[in-house]
């Protein structure tokens, strides 16, 4: 993440845009307790700053950060970590206090509880993007295949950017003309489950998401494509 900041210092820019050809590092972290939860108060400290730095200075940086767990509570999830996140998903949960940790608090109270989505519906939760209410949508369910078969499609194409930068002159101040246009803007759209119409809104940069996994992870009837 510093080199990359060195290089937007060099390149006269404040963040990554599409028109650069860098490629997107995505950090997954699968089970969060995990890590913040070891056992060693100092090293559970140090884990957080860390986490809280690359989370709060990286979708500049073209980094995404996803962290996902199964125990949503206050000392996985602290709030100074958890409003970080512009974008947060809540699986079905036991109860609105740990829907509420994932969203923010008041959203259960508000009609928007993870903890009222049925065992049967896999994948349905609440998606939360900043500055909008959450939206009830279902995920789509990826095999083992699935996830190969798209890492090794994507793999070439990261590397061609990578090329692409590394024959870059970060040296020289671009100029004007240099400089890509901004992105223009985009809505998408969420996959509902039983709200027809709903929708989550677009954003312009590098977001982050906080998810809370299902326990058991199984294949559920495909919901419409977007």
Excluded at 200 to 211: Q, Y
């Amino acid at each position: 993440m510093d080199e990359r900041y060195g290089d937007l210092l060099r390149l006269g820019r404040r963040k990554i845009t599409r028109g650069d050809g860098l490629p997107l590092h995505l950090v997954v972290i699968d089970e969060l307790a995990l890590f913040v939860n070891t056992g060693d108060r100092k090293l559970d400290g140090e884990i957080s700053n860390h986490l809280r730095d690359l989370v709060s200075r990286g979708r500049a940086a073209g980094i995404i950060v996803l962290a996902a767990t199964q125990k949503p509570s206050s000392d996985v999830i602290p709030t100074h970590i958890r409003d970080l996140f512009s974008m947060r998903w809540a699986l079905r949960c036991a109860t609105p206090q740990a829907s509420d940790t994932v969203l923010g608090q008041g959203w259960a109270t508000a009609g928007y509880s993870a903890s009222t989505v049925d065992a049967g519906q896999r994948g349905v939760g609440f998606l939360l993007h900043e500055g909008d209410t959450p939206t009830r949508c279902c995920g789509f369910h990826l095999s083992d295949a699935d996830l190969a078969s798209a890492t090794l499609t994507n793999s070439a194409s990261v590397k061609q950017a990578g090329s692409k930068l590394r024959r870059h002159n970060v040296s020289r101040p671009p100029s004007t003309a240099d400089r890509p246009a901004p992105p223009s803007g985009e809505t998408r759209r969420a996959s509902p489950h039983d709200q027809p119409g709903a929708r989550s809104r677009g954003h312009h940069g590098m977001a982050a998401g906080l998810l809370r996994r299902p326990r058991c992870p199984r294949r559920h009837p495909r919901s419409r494509r977007h």
